[in-house]
């Protein structure tokens, strides 16, 4: 699958996935509201959970903001529900099995572990203002910092100029 270039500045590339539930949801319904995207590798692994948790813990300063989080990995929706009910994640995750969305997006690629490469989701996260458009993109984002730096961005308070965050 070819990867497209993604830039803070372009339009997010709109898609439909299933949410835990199994119902279809489209990225261009949140116009309107801020989007924070993030793509993770898989549900209730000790990082993913960090980030989601993160994000959790924050949810009411993200929504604050005019804001929505939005995870989404491989993973299905039985995983998502699992994940979702464990960890009383208050926001939509989907599903992406064949990591379409995710390529679109550039979090899937080159991986490695203990030196070996394989293909896989690198870590991401974007935000998407309330018109559709990309204000901040980090690729291979510490699942830690992941939701601070996003809320950061929300709050205006980093840069988020295209030279620093493009792949």
């Known amino acids: 699958m070819m990867t497209k270039h993604i830039q803070v500045g ?3 590339p709109d898609f439909t996935l299933p949410d835990a539930d199994g119902k279809p949801v489209k990225l261009s319904s949140f116009h309107g509201k801020k989007v924070v995207l993030y793509f993770y590798p898989r549900d209730d692994t000790p990082g993913c959970t960090a980030q989601a948790c993160g994000f959790r813990d924050r949810i009411d300063e993200i929504e604050e903001k ?3 989080v ?3 990995s491989p993973d299905d929706a039985s995983s998502h529900q699992k994940f979702r009910t ?13 990591h379409a969305v995710a ?3 550039g979090a899937w690629g080159e991986k490695s572990f203990m030196g070996k490469k394989f293909q896989g989701i690198i870590r991401s996260h974007f935000m998407i203002d ?4 990309l204000v901040d993109a980090r690729i291979n984002v510490k699942a830690k ?3 601070a730096l996003a809320l950061q961005t929300l709050a205006g308070k980093i840069d988020s100029s295209p030279e620093r965050h493009t792949r």
Do not use: H
Not at 86 to 98: E, M, N
């Open 10 to 12: 372009m339009t997010a």
């Open 103 to 105: 390529a679109t997006y």
């Open 66 to 68: 005019n804001a929505v």
């Open 130 to 133: 309330e018109r559709g458009k």
């Open 145 to 147: 910092e992941s939701p």
């Open 86 to 98: 464990k960890y009383k994640l208050p926001f939509i995750l989907l599903s992406d099995p064949d």
């Open 70 to 72: 939005i995870g989404i």
